[in-house]
């Protein structure tokens, strides 16, 4: 059993002292674990950090096993990442979402997604962070739980759209939502229109919209609590 294919490393642990088991997306064939031996000439675990991209080989004597990856560096992203404390946070915190994600499923758009935001970090922080808040919110939709915001839950209407029931995850417009305001959750614009900008309280909005689908519906049933490094994102943007 053998495949090749272009993936993101999404993890590395410690094996045993010759082998370290990797977790990867792939571009083609969804997310795969493996053992990689270690080569000492490389420093430990060479190309196979979190962000770089490799060219893989994937072989194992039948499909269920655990298998090897042979890699090589296709393009070379953890430094890059590593150099800046929300580009860390956010890559650590998709890895963390991505890590529940069913291996082996089909996730070509993940994977394009994924790759897209790794390419295109700008130091614009607010510019990239609402690439992530998008990211999450369809990733909620891979997961089986997306957010409809196609119209009001309450009227039918599709103007004016403010609010989203952490109930239902359906949208409600700012007239039909004013009464339960206090216990609805903000809708950032940008989630409706990706051409509109976003200021620091609209991603603050977006993150607690879509951290609190990303609890209730997928961490909570692992007995998980949030990444920690989302926090850190919230933080920085109150600061």
Not at 6 to 15: E, G, M
Not at 169 to 179: D, E, P, Q, T, Y
Request: glycine letters at 6%; charged letters at 25%; hydrophobic letters at 35%.
């Amino acid at each position: 059993m053998q495949l090749n294919d272009t993936a993101i490393v999404l993890n590395t642990r410690k094996y045993n002292d010759s082998s370290i088991i990797m977790k990867v997306i792939t571009e083609n064939n969804g997310i795969y674990s493996g053992l990689v031996r270690i080569k000492k000439n490389q420093g430990g675990f060479g190309v196979n950090i979190t962000g770089n991209k490799l060219n893989l080989m994937w072989r194992a004597r039948l499909s269920e096993h655990l298998g090897f990856f042979t890699t090589e560096l296709n393009k070379s992203r953890a430094h890059e990442i590593m150099k800046d404390q929300i580009f860390l946070s956010g890559i650590n915190l998709i890895c963390s979402h991505l890590d529940l994600y069913p291996e082996r499923e089909p996730c070509q758009n993940i994977y394009i997604e994924f790759d897209n935001l790794i390419d295109n970090f700008n130091k614009k922080e607010k510019i990239w962070i609402k690439k992530l808040i998008e990211f999450e919110f369809n990733y909620l939709e891979f997961m089986g739980f997306g957010i409809d915001l196609s119209e009001c839950a309450l009227t039918g209407t599709t103007d004016s759209l403010e609010w989203v029931s952490p109930k239902s995850g359906r949208a409600v417009n700012s007239k039909a939502g004013k009464k339960w305001s206090k216990k609805l959750l903000k809708l950032p614009p940008f989630l409706l229109d990706k051409k509109i900008d976003a200021d620091k309280n609209d991603l603050i909005d977006g993150l607690n919209l879509t951290g609190h689908f990303l609890k209730k519906q997928i961490y909570s049933d692992l007995n998980k609590d949030l990444p920690s490094s989302r926090k850190k994102i919230i933080d920085s943007l109150k600061n």
